[in-house]
């Protein structure tokens, strides 16, 4: 057999599910960059707070825990229908992917709109202290993601739609991927944000 023939890769399938697909890789690549960011927003919250002996500085209150409590369980209960999402791309359901995306979509809108008063309930300017600018470079970085993600759910909602194939479940399979990851991640960003300035 030549060695040509090793390099034929035309017979392998245009997509697939799990670590046997490219986007796979790619998404855990994006997952493994964006947590280290995560992390490291974590540490400086961390850091700051332990040289920091009053923290929030005495002028300023910790964020109302209401909207960023809603959000959490937005969030939470938003994995349900992720999850039979998820399990509808495998089954190559297009029925139950349109559907289950148009849920999707609703739970990224009530997150988005949630967070809109979550912003405005951290009582701090983000240019007021140190303390005022990481709440509001966490809960910013965190939006930027779920922006994106809700975008990209709304295009892959779009092209389930109107031009649905086998890649495209793929495509909507990672995105469920990404989706808990930016759940997943913000459970420690709402301790920080919330619960560490109430820690005495």
């Not at 779920?146 to 109107?162: G, I, N, R, Y």
Request: glycine residues 6%; aromatic residues 16%; contains cysteine.
């Amino acid at each position: 057999m030549s060695a040509r023939a090793y390099l034929d890769v035309s017979s392998l399938p245009k997509h697939a599910f799990g670590a046997r697909g490219l986007m796979w890789w790619a998404t855990l690549g994006f997952i493994v960059i964006e947590g280290a960011m995560f992390a490291m927003l974590i540490a400086t919250a961390v850091y700051l707070r332990g040289v920091e002996p009053d923290w929030p500085p005495n002028t300023y209150a910790p964020p109302d825990l209401f909207w960023g409590t809603l959000n959490t369980a937005i969030l939470l209960a938003s994995v349900v229908p992720n999850h039979l999402l998820k399990k509808a791309t495998h089954a190559l359901d297009l029925r139950g992917v349109q559907r289950w995306l148009l849920v999707q979509n609703g739970f990224a809108v009530a997150f988005l709109v949630v967070r809109a008063f979550e912003f405005g309930a951290l009582g701090v300017r983000w240019d007021s202290n140190a303390y005022g600018s990481i709440a509001w470079f966490v809960l910013g970085f965190h939006t930027l993601h779920l922006l994106t993600d809700a975008a990209e759910s709304a295009v892959l909602t779009f092209w389930m739609f109107q031009n649905p194939g086998p890649r495209r479940f793929e495509d909507v399979s990672e995105e469920c991927i990404y989706w808990d990851f930016v759940v997943l991640v913000w459970l420690p960003l709402y301790a920080v944000l919330y619960w560490l300035p109430r820690w005495t």
